[in-house]
């Protein structure tokens, strides 16, 4: 069977040469094999995102989660998916029924067109290789905000447009450090192109968290606030606006947006990790089956190291949400544009230096910093230790940077932005009664 | 808040007669966070406590699954497993029988229809012949006994009153019905017990 299965590549490719030329073979049929299972493969784990998400939030919150449908609730997102089906299409009145209907297909297609670049393994398990690829991630992924801007005005509903502005507001202004965060990265890589940069990481045997530890914090806080999930869920706080943007969809148009949120998360982990945990590359895989010559099982291995990476840092997304609580409207403000922006400009900064010390210390005095620059920036152990060095100290220097520009402004803590309070010494505890004479001594 | 915000406590207080001693403490500015409570921050020690918090449970429920260890799953699957109710929790009524013969308890004194302080008990009697010692007499039994759950309120006063220990508010709890008229239960619902739906676990 596994065999047969790391066969298979080449036997297609032989049974189709039959029918068809090889220019249509490798550039028509190959392609839409590959978008084919794409597509399919996204849909499924998006679908079961949604399962794992309930499951987890369960497991967290001491309870089982779906267990009816199927074992332990396997069959729950078919089930979703059939009742969602089923549901009435529903458009309110006075809505601008032509956007209404279009906006969830775009959010859709904003978030699954971004797969097309994205590399799941070396080879075979790439559709396309742009050489723009991290540009075009980031253009496409903020085509979503059209998508939830418009499902906002045309649905001729309060909460809807409320939360349609705030969503916009709020992808627009972490967009900014989101792209300034990459930046970093593309500096050891010296390619934009998303194979490129896992090609670099493998070559020189490294992830790039170790060189942008900020870059990656960054990134990935700026992706979460993308996304629109907690902590940053403001464009769909239920407690505020129902349910934000989409408040008036219903049946399939909801779930459409339903997935188009689900795989703008698949997205952002899957760019997270080909740019900074080395995408398909871990250590001894090539050694020990491409070096044997087993080229397909080599190819199936990256691929389940991509996907697990992934799925890493997709329970993180589950984690963080059912942790931690909404921000505020003017914290979300704050940390986007007071802390993740100037952040991200230093780390740019010093990432600039570190690569110009590395390329200026070598051949000063014997040093040997750099192996190659062809195929991203390949550093020797001297020179990967220097990066490494820059990276985890701009975290101190950021953090000392960002305080002293931050100090004068408003705190996060409420308190604190009322500059002076009433001490009252309450006793611990709620009181059965609440007191009427509080006796106490103010604390100087 | 300035003087002037103080002064707008103090009219507000005095307008609606809260006499609290907290609006005459004094305004004093917020205490600077020491050393400690900054590295606190630094390091984001708050953040990483909650989410260590949410990981325990996380594995608890998967580790310790009946919660042994009190960070398992709490949830009870209902209708597989049939929770524990208080010993002192009054349900569906019955009607006991002579465990050895089969016969009601009831001798229909109608004690627990004049107990009801809702009124939801009907005893219906009717007279029999029978002979004790040579001599022909007439005894009362039971012959309909009627129990409105509806207007119910499981005050078990209809318990307390029976002499023969017959009717008794029993700890089943599942007394829905898809009709008002299936509300009210007659002698032989009172006997045998309703019949519900048992889901294997």
């Known amino acids: ?444 | 808040m300035r003087e002037g915000n103080l002064a707008l406590a103090y009219a507000r207080a005095s307008d609606t007669l809260i006499t609290d001693s907290r609006f005459n403490m004094p305004l004093v500015p917020v205490p600077e966070p020491t050393f400690t409570q900054k590295l606190k921050r630094f390091f984001m020690v708050d953040l990483l406590k909650g989410m260590g918090l949410t990981l325990g449970f996380n594995i608890g429920a998967l580790t310790d699954r009946d919660s042994v260890a009190g960070k398992g799953i709490y949830t009870e699957q209902y209708p597989k497993e049939r929770p524990d109710v208080a010993p002192r929790f009054h349900g569906a009524p019955r009607l006991n029988m002579d465990p050895e013969t089969h016969d009601t308890l009831c001798i229909a004194c109608n004690l627990c229809a004049l107990a009801c302080p809702e009124d939801c008990i009907d005893v219906i009697a009717m007279d029999v012949e029978i002979v004790v010692a040579g001599k022909p007499r007439r005894k009362k039994v039971l012959d309909e006994f009627i129990f409105d759950t509806s207007r119910c309120m499981f005050c078990a006063l209809c318990q307390e009153a029976c002499p023969t220990y017959c009717l008794e508010l029993t700890q089943d709890f599942e007394l829905a019905t898809y009709s008002r008229a299936g509300f009210v239960w007659n002698r032989e619902m009172l006997e045998q017990g309703r019949e519900t739906v048992k889901y294997e676990s």
């Open chain 1, 1 to 444: 069977m596994l065999f047969a299965l790391l066969a298979a590549p080449t036997f297609i490719d032989s049974l189709l040469l039959k029918f068809f030329s090889e220019q249509t073979v490798n550039y028509v049929i190959w392609p839409l094999i590959q978008v084919g299972a794409v597509v399919t493969l996204t849909a499924g784990w998006v679908a079961y995102a949604t399962y794992l998400e309930r499951k987890i939030s369960a497991f967290m919150q001491a309870r089982l989660g779906p267990m009816r449908v199927g074992p332990w609730g396997l069959l729950q997102p078919i089930a979703d998916g059939i009742k969602l089906l089923l549901k009435e299409d529903f458009v309110p009145e006075n809505a601008d029924r032509w956007i209404f209907f279009v906006a969830p297909y775009i959010a859709v297609v904003a978030a699954f067109i971004v797969m097309a670049v994205v590399p799941f393994g070396p080879d075979w398990a790439v559709i396309t290789d742009v050489n723009i690829g991290v540009l075009f991630v980031l253009a496409v992924s903020s085509v979503g905000v059209l998508a939830l801007i418009l499902a906002g005005w045309s649905s001729n509903s309060k909460y809807a447009l409320l939360g349609a502005l705030r969503s916009s507001a709020q992808m627009v202004s972490y967009e900014v450090s989101m792209g300034l965060a990459i930046i970093g990265a593309l500096m050891f890589a010296r390619t934009l192109s998303l194979s490129g940069v896992v090609g670099a990481q493998a070559s020189n045997s490294i992830w790039f968290f170790f060189y942008q530890p900020i870059g990656f914090v960054i990134f990935l806080i700026s992706g979460i606030a993308e996304n629109n999930r907690a902590p940053f869920d403001l464009p769909e706080a239920e407690s505020e606006l129902v349910a934000g943007f989409h408040t008036e969809y219903s049946g399939f148009r909801w779930s459409l947006f339903f997935m188009a949120e689900y795989a703008a998360m698949v997205v952002v982990t899957a760019v997270a990790t080909t740019l900074y945990l080395g995408g398909w590359y871990f250590p001894f895989v090539y050694r020990l089956t491409e070096a044997h010559g087993y080229h397909n099982l080599y190819v199936v291995v990256s691929l389940i190291v991509f996907l697990g990476k992934a799925g890493l840092l997709l329970y993180l997304y589950f984690w963080l949400r059912w942790t931690l609580p909404r921000f505020r409207y003017d914290q979300l403000m704050d940390l986007g544009w007071k802390w993740m922006l100037p952040a991200a400009l230093i780390n740019i900064v010093v990432s600039a230096i570190g690569v110009t010390l590395i390329q200026g210390l070598d051949g000063w005095n014997g040093m040997h910093t750099i192996r190659s620059i062809t195929n991203g920036l390949a550093l020797t152990p001297s020179g990967k230790t220097i990066a490494i060095v820059f990276g985890f100290g701009n975290l101190f220097l950021t953090a000392g940077i960002l305080s002293l520009i931050n100090w004068r402004s408003r705190d996060f803590n409420l308190k604190k932005q009322r500059r002076q309070i009433r001490l009252v010494d309450l006793p611990k505890g709620k009181p059965a009664v609440m007191p009427v004479e509080i006796v106490s001594e103010a604390r100087p």
